[in-house]
């Protein structure tokens, strides 16, 4: 029956309250889905691996590959479903479903690309909330600078960044309030917690300030403890753990893809490996909520185009030499500065690439298609 027949529309809703509204349906997306074909049917990406995709659906868990109209559609690797995706199928062949749709996202964690090539890489979709998880009990775990990288990609996918500073059972007394310090100074504004996930310490206060059908995602480096906090949240050993090298504290890679988990309380959960490396995938807006005291001192510069590194009437030069703001992060913010202006360099030059080979595509097929008319 058509998408504005009654029987269908009421046994869709039903399903859905049963199954989709459990993990994140809403009335948003039921608008945008009742502009859709109607012989597809919604679901959600909660596990991706490669091109093989598991969704839930209506009636239950389904894998499921891209079309191959999808593919030949598909301009880069950020135009294919990721974790949190909500996707439009056909019904499965062969115990398979066919993706044709990624519905409209609405936040997106990415970062660049490892290695050489100009490409986003979207991690996580559709998210509401991003823990950056790091450890406390010593290594290279926690770093300020690591923290603003983090946060620049947090805000600019268009969710909230939450810091949690995990294994704190493992920190001296002694050593806690520099941690948080350091955190509150990288990141003003956002919230941030202590906690240890093997004791349960700071866990309720973590997870009380979120509703069913919230979805965060987790993200930091390898080794911190963010597969253990998600069985710790959820009560059950929903993913393996292993230990840190005791010699130097580095991580190792468990998450081997990325998932996301129902747990008890209705949160969606997304755990995703450790991230060894992190380029950046964001422009200078995303930069200045990550650095928002030096956007705010900014505000207070002789020159509105004042790129800070020595210009007459400066007011964030005048806070380095008063000692207001830390020669560290300054620096910390002029490179990540440097980088996504060099980044945005190689998107335009790609940019013009991509067209002069789209028109080149053109202009062959315009002379063939006269050829033939001959």
Known sequence: MSRDGIMRVETMDENRKNELTNWGWNGALEEQYEKRDPS??????????????????????????????FGYRA???????VVGDW????????GQGVIEVIMERKSCFSRKEAGDRTEEQPLAANIDVIFLVFAVNGGRNFTTGGLERYLTLAWESGARPVIVLNKADLCPEEERDAFLLSAENS????????????????????????????TVSLVGPSGVGKSTLINALSGAELQKTSAQREQDKRGRHTTTHRQMFRLPSGLLMIDTPGLRELQLWADEDALDEAFRDISALAAGC???????????????QEALLSGELEQRRYESYLDLRRELS?????QDSQ???LEREKWKDISK???????RKR
């Open 40 to 69: 597809l049917h919604p679901a959600r990406v909660i596990r991706e691996s490669g091109r093989l995709c598991l969704l839930v659906t209506e009636e239950g868990e389904l894998q499921a590959q891209v079309s191959g109209a």
């Open 75 to 81: 301009f880069s690797r950020s135009d294919f479903p």
């Open 87 to 94: 996707v439009l199928y056909r019904g499965a062949s062969e």
């Open 187 to 214: 990141a003003p504004g956002v919230d941030i917690h202590m906690i240890s996930a093997a004791t349960g310490e700071g866990l309720g206060e973590l997870k009380s300030g979120f509703k069913a059908g919230t």
């Open 302 to 316: 002789r020159f509105r185009d004042c790129r800070h590194e020595g210009e007459p009437g400066c007011a964030v």
């Open 342 to 346: 060099y980044l945005k360099t190689r």
């Open 351 to 353: 940019a013009a690439r």
């Open 365 to 371: 097929l315009q002379k063939a298609f006269k050829h």
